[in-house]
């Protein structure tokens, strides 16, 4: 089998440590992203691994799965590969080719190893307690930085466990093998046009080289036209609403199909990853029952309760009605021009949906479902409020962490959950003063039917937190 890669890419690295594991022979043929053509007509992405005349892998993670096929288990390693593809290896590659490390990537780097660490803590290998395709792409992929001893340094020295496993693993002896075979630097340069220097997901899409490289773009006359006149008039020219006045209804005898998607917050204008990761893919769900002839009830609305409105409306200086009602139409004009088909776009904060919540709380309380509890929870003396998990910040509390921005619920830098009294030096984000600790009474709903335990009678009930 051939290996067609360039030089220092450490991707290769991937398949060379994979074929000594898998006593599998590879040979390495030089190559750039203009000479593979001939090898293969499909995304240019190096490495390639060439198996034979009918069968040439793009894929870096897929070709190391291949060749170690029967010695890991595929199911347990899929989801740590498509990590290290699509978070590690691009945070990993800026890094390695940027003249500059701006401190928000540093921040997303050390999240990644943080909970990488999690996992080599609890077990020897990243996929349990088998060497596997997934502890060879992360090693591979963290090569430069682990054996580099400034970026070392710099990225992992609080990270015990990880440099125990990095270390372990070049003591292997089909690693170090690879690594002779490889013949690469840590030192770099690091091209981007290697694998490492492009995400994969980028290399699908497009071939991206050297700025040299880059195609061409060219947008007519026309389309420079259309974009204009769109911009200028595109919400004059929405079609009409697609609410419909008599959504279907359940029909006896036929298949039904309810279909909703998450509600969106109405503190912000949607924009593209929303919604192809909220409302795109249960839209294509629905067309297709439809197709199929199923009555297809599709549903979905806007989420305006939370704090998350009402800090929007602080910030806008007007209500949080206010605010509901200018980013319902926002997002209602946004998902009609994308063409979304909802049988109905609704909002949480009609009579109806108000309504039937109250009947629901009314009726878990009237057969004792509902308590009420104390909670210390975070006092703003200046503001005269008990504060949300939104509205207060500090630094976090857990250690080797001590980000000064956490927010009262969760910090965004090591990714672990907080209960804000833990804060570290909190502060309000309404007026920045120290807030003090206060006792402050919550609902609880009771969770779950009665159990007996063990057949002696003994019953539980789950609880849980009312925000």
Known sequence: MKVHTNQNNTATLKLLIAGK???KGLTIHQTSLEGTTDIFTGPQVLPLLEVDENLTIFSSNAATLYLLSGLSDMGKCNEILEWEATRLQPVVSTILTSKSVPSDLKQVLNSLLLMLEGLLTKQKYVVLDKLSAGDISIWSTLYPI????????TYLNEFTNIAKWLEELASNKAVQDALSQWDGTVEGPFGSNAA???PQI???????GSPEEAPELSVTPEEIEAAKQNLINGVQNLPESMKSEKPPLPIKGRR???ITSALPYVNNVPHLGNIIGCVLSADIFARYCRLCGYNTLYVCGTDEYGTATETKALEEGITPREICDKYFAIHDAVYRWFNIGFDYFGRTS???QTEIAQRMFLKLMDNGFVSNQSVDQLF??????FLADRFVEGTCPHPGCLYDSARGDQCDKCGKLINAIELIEPRCKVCSLKPTVRSSDHLFIELGQMVTCDGDGDKYRKVIFVH
């Open 202 to 208: 980028t290399n699908m899409v497009s071939r991206i």
């Open 21 to 23: 594991l898998a006593g």
């Open 196 to 198: 490492l220097g492009v």
């Open 380 to 385: 703003c003396e200046n503001c005269q409020r």
């Open 350 to 352: 009609t009579a109806q």
């Open 256 to 258: 039904n199909v309810l």
């Open 146 to 153: 682990a054996f580099n001893k400034t970026l070392k340094e």
